[in-house]
C-alpha cells in the first residue's frame, strides 16, 4: 500500500533509532497519530498535559541520554506553546526535533483556523526548521533535521501541513532532480583534535601556574578521570557551574564545589586568587565570576570554536571534545609539588561543609528548605538522576545535593525557565529505565501554566491527566 507522507515520517525516525515522541494531540496532526498507532509496536507516544512539558521532557530525554529528543504539537497553539522549553534545549546545547502541523495547506496565508507559520515563528530557535511540500520531500528533511540537531547540539524543527500528513505516492509528482533513496540515516560525529604545537603552547602555560583553576562543565561530563588527572598533576581546584556539577563527585579532594549565585564560597576565592584558568565545556555566563580579564594566563577547551573567548580573555584555545584534547594535553603537564593553592582551598572548603551542615541539620520550625535539600541526600543511590526546577530550589539543589558515583544532575541552566522540573524527569526517566529519579521541585510547578501548571503531568490517570503511555488514537 502507498505510505502517506506521516507514515514516511514515522518510519524515518524508527530508521534513526528514535523509540520517544512527547506530546499533545489536535486536529492538525491526525495524520501524524495515525502514524503513530499504526507503528506503536516500535516507536512510543508519551502524552503530556501542555506543549511546554513535551519540549522540556524531550531536552530531559537529550540531556540524560544523550539522544535526541523529540516532541510533537499541533499546528498554531500547540507549536506556539512548545517554544519555551525549546528555548531551553537550544540555550543548554542539546538536540531536539519539534514536529508541528499547520493547517491545509491551500488555505495557508488565508487567516483560516490555526493558520500560524511556525515554521516562520520558530526560525529564531530552530537551526533547521522547514515545512515539508509533499511525499518525496520528508524523508530528506527528516534526515537534515536530525543530522542538524546532532551536529550543532540545538533545536531543528519540522512542519507539516495537516492535509500533506495524508498524502502518498498517488499524490505525489516526484520532481526529477529528487533521485529516491538519495538521503542518507547516519550520523558520523566529528573527532576534532587541535595540532599538536598548539597543545604544546597550552601546555607550558599551564606548567607555569602556581594556582591552577579548572572550570569544568558540561562539556566535561564524559571526561571525569582526565579532569581530575588535571587537577592532580597541577594541584589545582575544579570548579563545577551548575551543568557540570555531575562532573567529580562533591567529596573530591579537588572540588571547590559551584560557582555564581548559586555556588560556594570557596570557588570565589579560588576564582579571586587563581592565575591560571583552564576552561573546559562551559559557557557559565555570569562574567562577574570569572577570574578579572587581565588577571590569569587562560586556556580553553571547547568542541565550539565560537565559544572560545566568548565570557573571559582566551590565551590558547583547543577545539575538540573534552576528553580527546585531556588525553592529548595530560602527558605534558608536569606533576606539581608545590601544593599550597589547593591546601588553602581545601581548608576553606572544610569551613564551608560545615556551614552547610550546621544550615542542614536546623530544628527551628518552619522547617529551612536547607534540610529538605540535605536530607534528600539520604535516599539518594549512587546512580540517581536528580533535576531540578529554577527558584530558590535551585539553589538548594546546586549546594546541598552532593553529587556520588554515577549521578547525574540537571536543570534549566542557561535560560533558567520555570517549572521544568518535573517534565525533565519524565524524560530522564524514559530515557533510563529502572533508575531513580528525584526531582527537587518549586510550588512554582503548579501555577505556570495555568491550572496545575506542569504538575498536571502527576494527575492521576483516572483524572484525564497524568504520565502515562497513550496508544495514539484517530478521533
Ligand atoms: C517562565 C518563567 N517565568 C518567570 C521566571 C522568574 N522566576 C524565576 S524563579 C521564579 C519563582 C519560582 O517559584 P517556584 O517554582 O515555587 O520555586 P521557588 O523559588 O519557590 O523555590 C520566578 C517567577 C522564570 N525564570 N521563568
Ligand atoms: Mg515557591
Known amino acids: 500500500m502507498a505510505k502517506t507522507v506521516a ?18 494531540p489536535g486536529d492538525g496532526i491526525n495524520g501524524i497519530f495515525e502514524a503513530l498507532r499504526t507503528h506503536e509496536d516500535r516507536i512510543r507516544f508519551i502524552q503530556v498535559r501542555h506543549e511546554e512539558a513535551a519540549a522540556f521532557a524531550a531536552c530531559g530525554y537529550a540531556k540524560h541520554s544523550g539522544r535526541l529528543g523529540v516532541c510533537l504539537a ?36 488565508t487567516h483560516y483556523q490555526q493558520d500560524v507559520d511556525l515554521d516562520k515563528l520558530f526560525m529564531d530557535v530552530a537551526a533547521y526548521n522547514e515545512r515539508v511540500m509533499g511525499p518525496a520531500h520528508v524523508t530528506g528533511v527528516v534526515d537534515e533535521a536530525i543530522k542538524t540537531a546532532l551536529t550543532r547540539r540545538t533545536v531543528a524543527h519540522i512542519n507539516i501541513p495537516k492535509d500533506i500528513q495524508d498524502w502518498d505516492e498517488g499524490d505525489e509528482e516526484r520532481s526529477k532532480a529528487n533521485i529516491p533513496g538519495h538521503s542518507g540515516d547516519l550520523f558520523a560525529p566529528a573527532h576534532l583534535l587541535p595540532p599538536r604545537a598548539v597543545i604544546e603552547q597550552a601546555a607550558a602555560l599551564i606548567n607555569k601556574g602556581k594556582k591552577v583553576v579548572i572550570l569544568a562543565g558540561r562539556g566535561c561530563l564524559a571526561a571525569r578521570d582526565e579532569v581530575l588527572q588535571l587537577a592532580e598533576r597541577t594541584g589545582g581546584v575544579i570548579i563545577k557551574p551548575l551543568l ?29 586568587a587563581c592565575d591560571t ?48 584534547v585531556l588525553d592529548a594535553l595530560l602527558p ?62 535551585t539553589t538548594w539543589a546546586a549546594r546541598y545535593i552532593e553529587m556520588r558515583g554515577e549521578m547525574q544532575f540537571s536543570a534549566s541552566g542557561t535560560l533558567a525557565t520555570m517549572a521544568n522540573g518535573l517534565p525533565y524527569a519524565i524524560g530522564a526517566a524514559l530515557a533510563n529505565p529502572g533508575r531513580q529519579v528525584v526531582c527537587l521541585a518549586g510550588d512554582g510547578l503548579f ?6 501548571g506542569n ?9 484525564g491527566g497524568g504520565l502515562q503511555e497513550q496508544h495514539a488514537r484517530h478521533d
Open 7 to 24: 507514515e514516511r515520517l514515522v518510519e524515518r525516525l524508527i530508521d534513526w533509532g528514535i523509540d520517544t515522541v512527547f506530546g499533545l
Open 74 to 109: 499541533t499546528s498554531g497553539p500547540g507549536g506556539i506553546h512548545l517554544l519555551n522549553g525549546l528555548y531551553d534545549a537550544k540555550f543548554d546545547g542539546q538536540p531536539v526535533l519539534a514536529i508541528t502541523g499547520h493547517t491545509y495547506h491551500d488555505l495557508i496565508g
Open 244 to 272: 557540570g556539577k555531575g562532573v567529580v563527585p562533591d567529596d573530591s579532594a579537588y572540588t571547590t564545589g559551584g560557582i555564581g549565585l548559586l555556588g560556594t564560597a570557596p570557588s570565589e576565592d579560588a576564582m579571586q
Open 277 to 324: 584558568l583552564i576552561i573546559i565545556g562551559s559557557s557559565f555566563p555570569y562574567l562577574e565570576f570569572y577570574p578579572k580579564p587581565d588577571q590569569a594566563g587562560t586556556v580553553q577547551i571547547d568542541i565550539d570554536p565560537m565559544r572560545i573567548g566568548l565570557r573571559h580573555p582566551v590565551d590558547i584555545g583547543l577545539v575538540g571534545d573534552a576528553k580527546s
Open 332 to 393: 605534558m603537564i608536569e606533576a606539581k609539588q608545590d601544593r599550597q593553592f589547593l591546601e588553602k582551598m581545601q581548608g576553606h572548603m572544610q569551613k564551608w561543609r560545615e556551614l552547610l551542615r550546621e544550615r542542614g541539620t536546623r530544628d527551628d520550625a518552619p522547617m529551612k528548605p536547607q534540610v529538605v535539600a540535605f536530607n534528600v541526600n539520604r535516599f539518594l543511590n549512587d546512580d540517581a538522576i536528580v533535576v531540578t526546577d529554577t527558584g530558590t530550589v
Open 447 to 452: 501555577d505556570v501554566d495555568g491550572r496545575d
Open 455 to 463: 504538575a498536571g503531568e502527576i494527575r492521576p490517570a483516572d483524572q
